[in-house]
């Protein structure tokens, strides 16, 4: 519920934008952060980009979701 | 990937230092030797952890097996559905039943039972529907014209969202909040006083919202040690390492650190300050009730007056007026409750693995996959 999964922005059109998870893209709302660019990593919660993120740190983030969801 | 969790691990006890280990297991190993060394001869340490997710890093990667056997990892009430009490479920139920309005919420929600039945098990008679997003919810409205009610549950972490929504002042898009502020929670169980809680370790993604400062208040009343912890095997390890030294230093009456943040990479001293002031904006607050909790003093979100026009509980007030709550018989033996409130594990409950699994749930600790039930029956830590 609370868990929030990072990605890189493809595309802005605000409030929207389009996010890659790791090859699947999905529109969320941007317009709880601040100054989103195409590039940036966002951490991303029912929809909604709730925090920006370095990308070593997604990549991170994304590297333990994965063994969280492959590796049960 | 050593590098960063050297860097972290510095930043959180200033005596391990970056670049001595390479790999990941041999820094867990590392730092469960210094938990142990950290605690030997101390009096029983009692850790509460306050997400579903940080129990499923703990129950996944045998992490309480890694810890001497005077240091307690606690599971508390960190898990939406969970915590979300019957009554509430039996309100949307009532509405469905006397309305035709197309239901959403979020999968998870939909399989608990009440009284034998699930929102899923309205379907075929009611228009229910999953959604991944509220976001999904408005575009039903907007698209469809008909009336949407969004069954919204979730903490801090979700409520900016449902905030948003409303803001966007759709006509027939109307919110049933069942969303409640989790530090309430806290402090309540604090309060309480049974669970015996030395320390907690804060839930990383509430936190990316209300920031390290909403903690604070904590700290000052009850002068309790509090880490907010990522959700890696070591980022857990590192915050009960940090605790214990800390929950030891009171003890001896010396200072120490009481609130800290080792989850850097996603959550700051402020929070997200737009995502606070769309919340503060559209939900006030409320005396709530919890599943296990009771009645929490300030927990609820309830849509403040001024957005009254997409407050289901407003809108559709007339169907509310003959409503009753009535308790479910089928919960009598369930101790969901309990282990909210990390008093019991799983285990002591005389239904887990028995007449409650995860294809047949009975209480929401085994329907939500953030439910500490669900997450024991899932890795098999039910063989004793």
Same mark, same amino acid.
Not at chain 2, 109 to 136: H, N
Not at chain 2, 174 to 193: E, N, Q, W
């Given at each position: 519920?609370?868990?929030?999964?990072? #990605?890189?922005? !493809?595309? %802005?059109?605000?409030? @929207? =934008?389009?996010?890659?998870?790791?090859?699947?893209?999905?529109?969320?709302?941007?317009?709880?952060?601040?100054?989103?660019?195409? #590039?940036?990593? !966002?951490? %991303?919660?029912?929809? @909604? =980009?709730?925090?920006?993120?370095?990308?070593?740190?997604?990549?991170?983030?994304?590297?333990?979701?994965?063994?969280?969801?492959?590796?049960? | 990937?050593?590098?960063?969790?050297?860097?972290?691990?510095?930043?959180?006890?200033?005596?391990?230092?970056?670049?001595?280990?390479?790999?990941?297991?041999?820094?867990?190993?590392?730092?469960?030797?210094?938990?142990?060394?950290?605690?030997?001869?101390?009096?029983?340490?009692?850790?509460?952890?306050?997400?579903?997710?940080?129990?499923?890093?703990?129950?996944?990667?045998?992490?309480?097996?890694?810890?001497?056997?005077?240091?307690?990892?606690?599971?508390?009430?960190?898990?939406?559905?969970?915590?979300?009490?019957?009554?509430?479920?039996?309100?949307?139920?009532?509405?469905?039943?006397?309305?035709?309005?197309?239901?959403?919420?979020?999968?998870?929600?939909?399989?608990?039972?009440?009284?034998?039945?699930?929102?899923?098990?309205?379907?075929?008679?009611?228009?229910?529907?999953?959604?991944?997003?509220?976001?999904?919810?408005?575009?039903?409205?907007?698209?469809?014209?008909?009336?949407?009610?969004?069954?919204?549950?979730?903490?801090?972490?979700?409520?900016?969202?449902?905030?948003?929504?409303?803001?966007?002042?759709?006509?027939?898009?109307?919110?049933?909040?069942?969303?409640?502020?989790?530090?309430?929670?806290?402090?309540?169980?604090?309060?309480?006083?049974?669970?015996?809680?030395?320390?907690?370790?804060?839930?990383?993604?509430?936190?990316?919202?209300?920031?390290?400062?909403?903690?604070?208040?904590?700290?000052?009343?009850?002068?309790?040690?509090?880490?907010?912890?990522?959700?890696?095997?070591?980022?857990?390890?590192?915050?009960?390492?940090?605790?214990?030294?800390?929950?030891?230093?009171?003890?001896?009456?010396?200072?120490?650190?009481?609130?800290?943040?080792?989850?850097?990479?996603?959550?700051?001293?402020?929070?997200?300050?737009?995502?606070?002031?769309?919340?503060?904006?559209?939900?006030?607050?409320?005396?709530?009730?919890?599943?296990?909790?009771?009645?929490?003093?300030?927990?609820?979100?309830?849509?403040?007056?001024?957005?009254?026009?997409?407050?289901?509980?407003?809108?559709?007030?007339?169907?509310?007026?003959?409503?009753?709550?009535?308790?479910?018989?089928?919960?009598?033996?369930?101790?969901?409750?309990?282990?909210?409130?990390?008093?019991?594990?799983?285990?002591?409950?005389?239904?887990?693995?028995?007449?409650?699994?995860?294809?047949?749930?009975?209480?929401?600790?085994?329907?939500?996959?953030?439910?500490?039930?669900?997450?024991?029956?899932?890795?098999?830590?039910?063989?004793?």
């Amino acid at each position: 519920m609370c868990l929030a999964v990072p #990605g890189r922005v !493809v595309e %802005v059109e605000y409030p @929207f =934008a389009v996010v890659d998870f790791k090859g699947a893209r999905r529109k969320v709302r941007i317009d709880l952060l601040d100054d989103v660019k195409e #590039g940036d990593y !966002v951490l %991303v919660h029912v929809g @909604f =980009a709730i925090q920006k993120v370095e990308k070593s740190e997604a990549e991170e983030i994304e590297n333990f979701l994965e063994q969280l969801a492959f590796k049960a | 990937m050593s590098e960063s969790r050297g860097r972290r691990v510095e930043k959180g006890t200033g005596d391990v230092k970056a670049g001595d280990v390479s790999d990941v297991k041999e820094w867990g190993k590392k730092i469960a030797r210094m938990i142990r060394e950290e605690v030997e001869g101390e009096d029983e340490i009692r850790i509460m952890h306050l997400c579903g997710t940080h129990e499923d890093t703990i129950t996944r990667y045998g992490i309480r097996s890694l810890l001497p056997e005077n240091v307690k990892l606690l599971s508390g009430p960190g898990c939406p559905v969970c915590i979300t009490p019957d009554s509430d479920l039996q309100m949307v139920f009532h509405l469905l039943e006397n309305r035709d309005v197309i239901l959403t919420t979020f999968g998870d929600m939909a399989r608990v039972p009440y009284m034998g039945k699930t929102l899923f098990s309205f379907r075929g008679e009611r228009d229910v529907r999953i959604v991944y997003s509220i976001f999904d919810a408005l575009e039903i409205a907007k698209k469809e014209g008909k009336d949407v009610v969004h069954f919204g549950i979730g903490f801090e972490t979700t409520m900016p969202s449902t905030a948003l929504a409303v803001l966007d002042d759709v006509e027939n898009f109307y919110v049933f909040s069942s969303h409640r502020y989790f530090i309430p929670a806290m402090d309540y169980l604090l309060s309480l006083g049974e669970a015996r809680i030395d320390a907690f370790i804060n839930p990383g993604h509430v936190s990316t919202i209300v920031g390290v400062k909403a903690y604070e208040e904590i700290t000052e009343k009850y002068r309790v040690p509090q880490v907010i912890a990522g959700f890696e095997p070591n980022d857990v390890l590192l915050a009960v390492l940090m605790l214990v030294k800390a929950v030891k230093k009171l003890r001896a009456g010396e200072e120490t650190e009481l609130l800290m943040n080792e989850y850097t990479r996603a959550v700051t001293y402020e929070g997200n300050v737009r995502a606070q002031k769309v919340m503060d904006e559209v939900f006030g607050r409320d005396d709530w009730e919890w599943r296990g909790l009771g009645l929490v003093p300030s927990s609820g979100a309830p849509i403040s007056e001024k957005y009254s026009e997409h407050d289901a509980f407003k809108v559709f007030e007339d169907v509310f007026e003959d409503f009753t709550p009535e308790e479910d018989p089928r919960k009598r033996a369930c101790r969901c409750g309990e282990v909210l409130r990390g008093l019991v594990t799983p285990r002591d409950c005389p239904l887990f693995m028995k007449s409650c699994t995860p294809r047949d749930p009975v209480g929401p600790c085994m329907v939500s996959f953030e439910g500490t039930c669900s997450i024991w029956a899932k890795y098999g830590e039910y063989s004793f």
